[in-house]
């Protein structure tokens, strides 16, 4: 059974950091594309930040660039998410999900496993 399952949410001070991990489970994603998406309450789910099977090829939305960086280790299972200098627009709830391909999208509609999520709060 494959399982993604995000950690490191909490609550933080505006201009504080945060970092979100993923692991999976059930199979290895060495291969695949990873992302980042996020929810607010009363808000459709945004894409904040993907990467290809290697980590050579990232991309984020620009309310995160220069703010947040996705990485990897293949070795682990594992993506991250550095969140640096949070606003309170970055609360919601952020989902790693799992592509089908390698190569990094942004489009939530390609991405096949997704996690529960973890919860994002910051005050001002």
């Known amino acids: 059974q494959v399982q993604l399952v995000e950690s490191g949410g909490g609550l933080v001070q505006a201009g504080e950091s945060l970092r979100l991990s993923c692991v999976a489970s059930?199979?290895?994603?060495?291969?695949?594309?990873m992302g980042w998406f996020r929810q607010a309450p009363g808000k459709a789910r945004e894409f904040v930040a993907t990467i290809n099977w290697s980590g050579g090829t990232t991309a984020y939305a620009d309310s995160v660039k220069g703010r947040f960086t996705i990485s990897r280790d293949n070795a682990k299972n594992t993506v991250y998410l550095q969140m640096n200098s949070l606003k309170p627009e970055d609360t919601a709830v952020y989902h790693c999900?799992?592509?089908?391909?390698?190569?990094?999208?942004?489009?939530?509609?390609?991405?096949?496993?997704w996690g529960q999520g973890t919860q994002v709060t910051v005050s001002s």
């Open positions: 059930g199979r290895t994603f060495s291969s695949n594309a």
């Open positions: 999900a799992a592509r089908d391909r390698p190569d990094a999208w942004t489009d939530s509609v390609t991405y096949k496993y």
